[in-house]
């Protein structure tokens, strides 16, 4: 795949130069407050509230912030807000399979501007169950190499139970099972190591290499569709020519 880089590459190393701080405090209470809902308040007993409070942290989202995202979601009253997770599917450009995880309290406004997102940049929004199948839900955890050896970090992410260990010259990509996820961060930060991220995410079963006006068109869909205030995540089978990714960003 030399060349080549993956969407959720991209994304990082994007969002590290964008200045959209708010929009994204925003969709991280919005995760929180799901998180709280459906698992409780407790984040050593909720797995997915333990992530999004990490990852709060990491991206630099204040305490006080955090707290009162956690107030309001163990809260009860009239202005409760009852966010629910739906997940869109499509293509794009060339047949590439899109996965859009959203966060709503409004089904139509959500499902239209995704609508939108995919007609504006020649995708297709499919039905459920369409492209989803194409995609395993795993930990992630991403080591920035910063002078580390990266044999070492993966017999260290190994023996805490990691599945799988890759890396390229920026950084290494540890993959976990999902339950496993914690466990492994926590085993890798012992051991002196930053961690860049730590979710869970979708990832293909296999990719599809696009290039040229196709890869440019995708890239902006996939740029549109993780704009939008509800759209948490997006996920995709594309890979992308560095060249690209380049006169894109």
């Not at 809902?37 to 797995?47: I, S, T, W």
């Not at 009253?77 to 450009?93: H, L, V």
């Not at 970090?153 to 023996?159: G, R, S």
Request: glycine share 8%.
């Amino acid at each position: 795949m030399s060349g080549h880089s993956k969407w959720s590459t991209i994304k990082r190393q994007k969002g590290a130069a964008d200045n959209k701080r708010g929009a994204m405090f925003s969709k991280l209470a919005r995760e929180i407050h799901v998180a709280v809902r459906e698992g409780g308040p407790n984040p050593e007993a909720n797995l997915r509230l333990k992530i999004a409070l990490e990852r709060a942290k990491r991206e630099g989202m204040p305490n006080d912030t955090a707290e009162r995202a956690l107030a309001k979601a163990s809260g009860a009253g009239a202005d409760a807000e009852n966010w629910e997770t739906i997940i869109y599917e499509g293509y794009g450009p060339g047949g590439v399979a899109i996965l859009a995880i959203g966060l709503t309290d409004n089904r139509n406004r959500t499902a239209s501007e995704v609508r939108f997102a995919f007609n504006r940049h020649g995708g297709t929004l499919g039905e459920s169950g369409c492209v989803a199948w194409q995609f395993d839900t795993v930990g992630q955890i991403v080591v920035p190499i910063d002078g580390h050896d990266p044999d070492e970090v993966a017999l260290t992410a190994i023996d805490a139970g990691a599945r799988d260990v890759e890396s390229d010259e920026n950084e290494i990509v540890i993959t976990t099972e999902p339950a496993e996820l914690s466990l492994v961060a926590d085993r890798v930060k012992e051991n002196g190591l930053a961690i860049q991220a730590a979710d869970l995410q979708r990832l293909p079963q296999a990719t599809i290499e696009i290039e040229g006006p196709q890869a440019q068109t995708t890239m902006k869909l996939l740029e549109a569709l993780d704009d939008l205030d509800d759209i948490q995540e997006v996920y995709t089978n594309a890979v992308f020519a560095e060249e690209v990714d380049r006169a894109v960003a």
